[in-house]
């Protein structure tokens, strides 16, 4: 899988980009705030319909703009075009020409994996970031999820809307209750099967790159002790005093443990950075192992940070992606890429908002 085409119009700091890509290895090389992470968020947007700065729509349109437009070409099974434009008053999203309506029947055309520097909160930050994590890539491996996770989060808005008024319509929050709970309790079953078959993989990424002495273990930490239904009942007095429902997988986590012991408070910041790297290599691998083909790779400014050992440690993974004719996107503000890459690397060079091939 690869993008070939990307389009940006009011992107970031990009008045208009129209950029052709083939598989293999792109570095985008630039002085600072030149518009090289910004490329990569427009990739992971077609990907996810997010960006991994974790920011809205708005802050993305060009300043003085009205609406944003991203669009490209992906290459896999057969070539897909996606468009997608947001503005403040309007969202449009198709697919192949053809508007999409349902989430579900969009996700999985493109698949990225990014490594950035705000991979860090996934061990440093709240339990909301370890969760995304989860529910993205059960939503890229496994059918039905996406929409799973819709229905939930859509009985979960109208029963605290409905928490929230003075009188409650009890049949009303009767049905909303059976809803969350059916759709609750298949995505408890979901992540507490899939945690145990993900550890393994982050464990052996964390090995390669941490210390000797350092182990890692991974657990599914449910925010439901025992039965779904059964505690939301038991929840009700409390439930009515916050106006909110308190207890369900929306309160779920995911536990890091280092050496038995609570990740973020007890591990230096090198630790951290391990850790959350093992995350995404092991997110990378099993989507390779997954779909059979490796999803794109988009590496914003990490292995500057990094030393020898750890940048060794992506190199496996680089490498799988090139010989299955994947795609990498990096960005660097110089060239410090380990030799023993063995790709040909194809440069761009980003400045001021332009695009443009470096030297071979
Ligand atoms: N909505 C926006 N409208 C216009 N310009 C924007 C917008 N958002 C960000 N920018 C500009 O984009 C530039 C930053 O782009 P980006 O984050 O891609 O930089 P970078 O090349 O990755 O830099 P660094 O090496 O520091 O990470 C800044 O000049 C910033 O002012
Ligand atoms: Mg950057």
């Given at each position: 899988?690869?993008?070939?085409?990307?389009?940006?119009?009011?992107?970031r700091?990009?008045?208009?980009?129209?950029?052709?890509f083939?598989?293999g290895?792109?570095?985008?090389?630039?002085?600072?705030?030149?518009?090289?992470?910004?490329?990569?968020?427009?990739?992971y947007l077609?990907?996810?319909?997010?960006?991994?700065?974790?920011?809205?729509?708005?802050?993305?349109?060009?300043?003085?703009?009205?609406?944003y437009?991203?669009?490209?070409?992906?290459?896999g099974?057969?070539?897909s075009?996606?468009?997608?434009?947001w503005?403040?008053?309007?969202?449009k999203?198709?697919l192949?020409e053809?508007?999409?309506r349902?989430?579900?029947d969009?996700?999985g055309?493109?698949?990225?994996?990014v490594?950035?520097?705000?991979?860090?909160?996934?061990?440093?930050?709240?339990?909301q970031?370890?969760?995304?994590?989860l529910?993205?890539?059960?939503?890229?491996?496994?059918?039905?999820?996406?929409?799973?996770?819709?229905?939930y989060?859509?009985?979960l808005?109208s029963r605290?809307?409905?928490?929230?008024?003075?009188l409650?319509?009890?049949?009303?929050?009767?049905g909303?209750?059976?809803?969350?709970?059916?759709?609750?309790?298949?995505?408890?079953a979901?992540r507490?099967?899939?945690?145990?078959a993900?550890a393994?993989?982050?464990?052996?990424?964390?090995?390669?790159?941490?210390?000797?002495?350092?182990?890692l273990?991974?657990?599914?930490?449910?925010?439901v002790?025992?039965?779904f239904?059964?505690?939301?009942?038991?929840?009700?007095?409390?439930?009515?005093?916050l106006k909110?429902?308190v207890?369900?997988p929306?309160?779920d986590?995911?536990?890091?443990?280092?050496?038995?012991?609570a990740?973020?408070?007890?591990?230096?910041?090198?630790?951290k950075?391990?850790?959350?790297?093992?995350?995404k290599l092991?997110?990378?691998?099993?989507?390779?192992?997954v779909h059979?083909?490796?999803?794109?790779?988009?590496?914003?400014?990490?292995?500057g940070e990094?030393?020898?050992?750890?940048?060794?440690?992506?190199?496996?993974?680089?490498?799988?992606?090139?010989?299955?004719?994947?795609?990498?996107f990096?960005?660097?503000?110089?060239?410090n890429?380990?030799?023993?890459?063995?790709?040909?690397?194809?440069?761009?060079k980003?400045?001021?908002?332009?695009?443009?091939?470096?030297?071979?």
């Amino acid at each position: 899988m690869h993008l070939s085409r990307l389009k940006l119009r009011d992107f970031r700091n990009y008045v208009r980009l129209d950029a052709e890509f083939g598989p293999g290895c792109h570095v985008l090389l630039g002085n600072n705030a030149q518009g090289k992470t910004n490329i990569l968020e427009a990739v992971y947007l077609l990907a996810t319909l997010r960006s991994f700065r974790g920011c809205g729509g708005a802050q993305m349109i060009r300043q003085g703009a009205k609406g944003y437009f991203v669009g490209g070409s992906v290459v896999g099974q057969g070539v897909s075009e996606i468009k997608a434009y947001w503005s403040p008053r309007e969202r449009k999203l198709s697919l192949n020409e053809r508007p999409i309506r349902r989430l579900a029947d969009y996700f999985g055309v493109l698949r990225a994996v990014v490594f950035c520097s705000e991979d860090l909160a996934l061990v440093k930050g709240p339990a909301q970031g370890r969760r995304r994590f989860l529910d993205l890539l059960l939503a890229q491996t496994v059918p039905g999820y996406l929409t799973l996770l819709m229905r939930y989060a859509k009985a979960l808005r109208s029963r605290n809307a409905l928490l929230k008024q003075a009188l409650i319509d009890l049949v009303e929050l009767d049905g909303f209750t059976l809803e969350l709970v059916q759709a609750g309790e298949a995505l408890i079953a979901a992540r507490r099967e899939f945690v145990p078959a993900l550890a393994p993989r982050v464990q052996s990424a964390f090995r390669r790159i941490a210390a000797e002495s350092d182990a890692l273990s991974l657990h599914y930490q449910p925010g439901v002790a025992g039965d779904f239904a059964v505690t939301l009942s038991q929840s009700r007095t409390r439930e009515r005093a916050l106006k909110t429902t308190v207890v369900g997988p929306h309160r779920d986590d995911l536990t890091l443990l280092v050496n038995d012991r609570a990740a973020a408070p007890f591990t230096s910041e090198g630790q951290k950075r391990t850790l959350a790297i093992a995350l995404k290599l092991a997110q990378a691998e099993h989507l390779a192992d997954v779909h059979g083909t490796p999803p794109l790779l988009l590496i914003d400014d990490v292995m500057g940070e990094l030393d020898a050992r750890r940048r060794a440690a992506f190199v496996p993974l680089l490498q799988h992606s090139f010989r299955a004719g994947g795609q990498v996107f990096m960005t660097c503000t110089e060239e410090n890429w380990p030799r023993q890459l063995g790709c040909e690397l194809q440069r761009w060079k980003v400045e001021q908002g332009h695009l443009a091939r470096g030297a071979e």
